[in-house]
């Protein structure tokens, strides 16, 4: 793709992101710590979820000093209902190490040093909160950009950064978030991953992809995944939710839980133990950790 293009591109996608993109009260949140909250709460949660329970966290913990400070039990109740209890552990451990080095480093290599931070969180960190010119790239930039280069699901993990960071080059300074964020709304109104609106969309005079989207396979038969209270992964949210209610004295956590059996209940709880999400509290009880952070942060960042 030519320069000149490039350039077109990232003007068009700008100024219909400043008139035409989401409104969200999150983005007013430009300081490092907040972005770093947010970033990390809108990997696999809904954004108008983290809209309303990133206020709520805000208040709970309005500083990385106060985050960094807190036990990991206050950390997993303030975030009730966000779900993938396992990222407000990375959060909290990454935090931590944060605060001991003086703040949120400003450069992506650096930030990505911190416990659990991986690459696009250290980007958007960069981008957001301190001008930096590398484009984040989750699964919605890559379907944006893989398209507008007729390369979508071809292109390694690597060599798409690299085509991102193409488009960050010409841009002034904090443009680079202006432009990630513009493609993340595109993504989420024109540029959708099953029916993307070409028609209309602000840079399809320039995308290779433009009305040459394949449909996607056909879907599965409705009823044919696994319901979601049938899944580990509700049976885990269940026992955490459990011990946010049980507080500081912990609970017996024997027996079946919904749709699993006795033994299913007792391997989930093994498993929170084991990653550090739950601790013993004496006479067969466990709890929330009433500890600092601590330990290697899982890498879902
Ligand atoms: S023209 Fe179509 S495929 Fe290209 S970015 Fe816009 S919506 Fe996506």
Redesign the pocket.
């Given at each position: 793709m030519s320069v000149a293009a490039t350039e077109r591109i990232g003007r068009a996608l700008i100024s219909w992101y400043r008139s035409s993109g989401r409104t969200l009260r999150i983005r007013e949140r430009t300081d490092p710590y907040s972005v770093l909250v947010v970033e990390v709460m809108a990997q696999q949660t809904q954004i108008s979820r983290v809209e309303t329970l990133a206020e709520r966290f805000f208040a709970r913990f309005p500083t990385l000093a106060d985050l960094a400070r807190a036990e990991t039990a206050e950390v997993l109740e303030a975030w009730r209902g966000l779900g993938y209890n396992r990222r407000a552990l990375a959060l909290h451990r990454a935090a931590a190490t944060a605060h001991a080095l003086g703040g949120l480093p400003k450069e992506v290599e650096a930030l990505q040093e911190l416990p659990g931070i991986g690459p696009y969180t250290a980007r958007a960190v960069a981008a957001i909160a301190y001008g930096g010119r590398s484009i984040p790239v989750d699964v919605n930039i890559a379907r944006?950009v893989g398209?507008?280069l007729g390369a979508e699901g071809s292109l390694k993990p690597r060599a798409l950064q690299e085509a991102a960071d193409r488009f960050g080059e010409p841009l002034g300074d904090g443009e680079a978030a202006a432009w990630a964020q513009a493609a993340m709304d595109?993504a989420a109104t024109?540029?959708t991953a099953a029916a993307?609106?070409?028609g209309d969309?602000p840079?399809?005079a320039d995308?290779a992809?433009?009305?040459r989207?394949a449909a996607p396979p056909p879907r599965r038969e409705r009823g044919s995944a696994t319901p979601f209270p049938a899944t580990r992964r509700w049976l885990r949210g269940r026992i955490i939710d459990e011990l946010r209610d049980a507080g500081a004295e912990g609970a017996v956590i024997t027996g079946a839980r919904g749709l699993h059996d006795a033994g299913a209940v007792d391997a989930a709880l093994e498993g929170l133990v084991a990653e550090g999400l739950v601790e013993p509290a004496g006479d067969g009880r466990v709890r929330l950790p009433r500890r600092a952070a601590q330990g290697a942060a899982p890498s879902i960042l």
């Open positions: 944006v398209r507008i595109l024109h540029c993307p609106r070409c969309c840079i399809a995308c992809s433009a009305g989207v």
